[in-house]
């Protein structure tokens, strides 16, 4: 599975950006992640293949997770975008029967995208 995701920019707080990523084919699942510098990957939001979407508190009421199946592409759309959320943002897989269970972990998916980094600040 080939993850390719894109979106990522400055914008200043209280805006809006829609992160996407395309991916060579359908899963189990898939996951935003996001990375500030020296810490591990965090969980953001993921959603299943039946629709079903999971969001970290951080993120819930502020952030929406979609797909457009028939384009095989999953959306993370951004607002009310905080200085705290600066960060590089990664898409990724899991197609593995475990990863309902791992869904908030990296270990839970397979395949990732390269990052795509998100810069708010005035």
């Not at 197609?95 to 810069?119: E, I, L, M, P």
């Amino acid at each position: 599975v080939q993850l390719q995701a894109s979106g990522g920019g400055m914008v200043q707080p209280g805006g809006s950006l829609r992160l996407s990523c395309a991916t060579s084919r359908r899963t189990l699942g898939m996951g935003w992640f996001r990375q500030f510098p020296g810490k591990e990957r965090e969980f953001v939001a993921a959603i299943r293949n039946d629709g079903v979407t999971y969001y970290s508190p951080s993120v819930k009421d502020r952030f929406t997770i979609s797909r457009d199946s028939p384009k095989n592409t999953v959306y993370l759309q951004m607002s009310s975008l905080k200085p705290e959320d600066t960060a590089d943002y990664y898409c990724a897989a899991g197609n593995r029967a475990d990863w309902y269970g791992y869904k908030f972990s990296s270990t839970g998916y397979d395949y990732w995208g390269q990052g795509t980094q998100v810069t708010v600040s005035s």
